[in-house]
């Protein structure tokens, strides 16, 4: 039982590359989320799915999109990398849909680097 | 959703007890106060949940009045690795919605 794994776990972009962070969960979550995270700051939702087949603008959803695959897998799309996307990305899931208030849990990130 | 409010660092020695306090004045009747703890390099971790009064686990107590437009997280007796950032969120699962503010960053001291 691995939880949220995230790849890759590093990446450096030039300006305008596209890339797609990958995020995996075992725990037969139904809802998973995309935050980031910039230097000394909070966690920022990008975007979310509250369950399979469906997903949602969060904060802060421009320059981003997501795919939801399956139940398990979440994607996140750069289309054209911008040094303002440097940051770390976090990917989390939480069980829901008739089981209140279970936490999110959150994989170990991925680090992006934006030239 | 529930806006919260948190000082934005502490500092704390060795076997001290620290409490952390977070405001949330408009609160909605059915949000449940959840605390995460984040190390550097780490995604957030769950620490403590609770809905009233109060709440406790192996790690940590969590206080909550009656009018719950606030909450303390109470950590006993710190140790140096507890140096991290604590966040407040307020919201109900059901929501599917879920927002970090800036979170406390404790330091704590030998």
């Known amino acids: 039982n691995a939880g949220v794994t995230q790849t890759p776990k590093f990446q450096v972009l030039k300006t305008g590359q596209s890339m797609t962070l990958q995020c995996a969960q075992d725990?037969?979550?139904?809802?998973m989320y995309w935050y980031r995270q910039d230097p000394g700051m909070g966690l920022r939702l990008i975007y979310y799915s509250a369950s399979e087949g469906t997903t949602d603008k969060g904060e802060v959803p421009n320059g981003y999109n997501v795919s939801r695959l399956n139940k398990r897998e979440f994607s996140l799309r750069l289309e054209s990398a911008a040094p303002s996307q440097t940051s770390v990305y976090f990917c989390a899931s939480t069980s829901s849909l008739g089981q209140n208030n279970s936490p999110l849990h959150f994989g170990n990130g991925t680090r992006l680097t934006v030239t | 959703l529930a806006k919260t409010t948190q000082p934005i660092s502490m500092d704390s020695y060795e076997g001290q007890e620290v409490n952390i306090t977070c405001s949330h004045n408009n609160i909605a009747t059915n949000d449940y106060i959840t605390w995460y703890q984040q190390f550097p390099s780490q995604g957030p971790r769950f620490i403590i949940q609770g809905y009233k009064t109060k709440v406790t686990n192996e790690v940590a107590s969590l206080f909550i009045p009656a009018d719950r437009k606030s909450s303390t997280l109470s950590l006993p007796r710190v140790s140096l690795s507890d140096t991290a950032v604590y966040y407040c969120l307020v919201g109900l699962n059901n929501f599917n919605k879920f927002y970090f503010g800036s979170g406390t960053k404790l330091n704590v001291k030998p």
């Open positions: 725990m037969n979550h139904n809802s």
